[in-house]
């Protein structure tokens, strides 16, 4: 079973493993690249305020606030890059990408969650691995790397740029840069802080993105269909491991019977033509797997 998926058993409460290690460095590393573009890079849009003019007195000017912002910039870039490969080359993050696409079925969720929420539907949607807020706050990600990198790109090397380029691309390309930034600021710090953490379910904090795990009563509560899978397939697991110890022991009981026939002829050896012994267990090997 993928370990991102698995359950355990934790000081008598169930916990489900929702981020394997790998993801909580890489979702870490993104949101402290992140804030930090955002701290350093606010007061830039904003240069003529009080607040901007006091933030930079206290990192000691505009010119390490820029060094600041770049060196948080090549962390993010280096995240999406890890991120592209990860999603291609690794078993997990390939599971990962598909579980992530949106589906028809994410389409109807968001209705019925609508008609629930007008109460004209008795219950909301039933979830799977991800949600559809989940994955909106996934893709969202991608389209504002994208902007965010190349717009930055253009801006940090506008020598070189304007030698291909006209001015005008890069008048654009600072608008872009600096829109999606406050955008992204204010998509992060109203859709999902409080889809994560200020949700009454889950105030004051979510410590997945620390611990990787989610209670059994959270899965139940917002991964229903995931958590079904999760249950049938143990079910499955059991039956099988339960089929093959019948199969080992009833192994055991012909060959135990067959030595008590071998002992009543008093034969001394038995004959290589027709022991069965060397061929038990290989069979038991077999049903075992």
Known sequence: MNHIREGKEIS???EFVRLSLSLRIQHMALFSSVLVLIVTGLPQKYAYTSVSQLFFRIVGGVVVSGIIHRVAAGVLIGVGVYHMFYVVLTREGRSLFRDLLPTLKDF?????NVLYFFGFAKERARFGRFSYLEKFD?????????IMICSGLMLWFHEHVLQVIPKLWLDIAREAHSDEALLATLAIF?????NVHFNPSRFPMSMTWWTGKISEEEMMRDHPLEYQRI????????KKHVSQGSMLEGADTNESSYNQEEKGTGKGEVSPDV????DAPQI??????
Not at 138 to 146: E, K, Q, R
Not at 275 to 278: K, M, R, Y
């Open 12 to 14: 008598g409460q169930r």
């Open 108 to 112: 109807g969720d968001v209705g019925r």
């Open 138 to 146: 996934y893709w969202a990600v991608y389209w504002g790397m994208v």
């Open 190 to 194: 109203i859709w999902h802080f409080y």
């Open 231 to 238: 249950i049938a397939e143990e079910s499955q697991t059991v």
């Open 275 to 278: 022991s069965s012994s060397a």
């Open 284 to 289: 038991i090997d077999g049903a075992t797997g």
